[in-house]
């Protein structure tokens, strides 16, 4: 299993809002070790969607949104849109492990 | 603009070893600003960071592959590399390269070469 949790899969419709979970605990996201999430399309390598928490680099829409609090953090999509459809993964660094690790991923389906 | 992509043998027989090379380009893996790591991910599964190698030469693995994996850079071509010995099915893969970027909190990873896929496999 994922040192980070995530959700398996979310779902929703075109043009509304969806958020996925990463939840992990005082030796990652509660130790304070930054957040980062990345989008993989089907048979593409992941990319980065959002970096330390809540930056999103240069060409990520606005649609994304990502925030921290205690040991967990959030990815906000809003504006759904078919192209979104992807797997997500949020990455943090662990203290116990001294690793870098991910959560399993998260499918997200566009209806 | 860095871009990375990984090179390598597709297919390797059990307990032998695995190599992988990844090619910088856009840019000096000298730079003292960036981290150089490999990560892999078994088909329909999540992502594992493999390890990082530093500029210094000095490298951090992840403890569940440690006693398996080398790092190691090649200034003179702009390139590092992964070995990964005593391989088993389990470690059938695809492997990337990505640049390391540090906030003094945890690292992320941008971009990422687009990957390769190692099969190990008699």
């Known amino acids: 299993h994922s040192v980070l949790t995530q959700p398996p899969s979310v779902s929703g419709a075109p043009g509304q809002r969806v958020t996925i979970s990463c939840t992990g605990s005082s030796s990652n996201i509660g130790a304070g070790y930054d957040v980062h999430w990345y989008q993989q399309l089907p048979g593409t390598a992941p990319q980065l969607l959002i970096y330390v928490n809540s930056n999103r680099p240069s060409g990520v829409p606005d649609r994304f949104s990502g925030s921290k609090s205690g040991s967990s953090a959030s990815l906000a999509i809003t504006g759904l849109q078919a192209e979104d459809e992807a797997d997500y993964y949020c990455?943090?660094?662990?203290?116990?492990?001294?690793?870098?690790?991910f959560g399993g991923g998260t499918k997200l389906t566009v209806l | 603009q860095v871009q990375l992509q990984e090179s390598g043998p597709g297919l390797v027989k059990p307990s032998q070893t695995l190599s992988l090379t990844c090619t910088v380009s856009g840019g000096s893996i000298r730079s003292g600003s960036y981290f150089w790591s490999w990560i892999r991910q078994p088909a329909g599964k999540g992502l594992e960071w493999i390890g990082r190698?530093?500029?210094?030469?000095?490298?951090n693995y992840n403890p569940s592959l440690q006693s398996r994996v080398t790092i190691s850079l090649d200034t003179s071509k702009n390139q590092f590399s992964l070995r990964l010995t005593s391989v088993t099915a389990a470690d059938t893969a695809v492997y990337y390269c990505a640049t390391d970027r540090s906030s003094g909190l945890g690292d992320w990873f941008d971009p990422w070469g687009q990957g390769t896929l190692v099969t190990v496999s008699s």
């Open positions: 990455q943090s660094y662990d203290s116990n492990l001294s690793a870098s690790v």
């Open positions: 190698i530093y500029t210094s030469g000095n490298t």
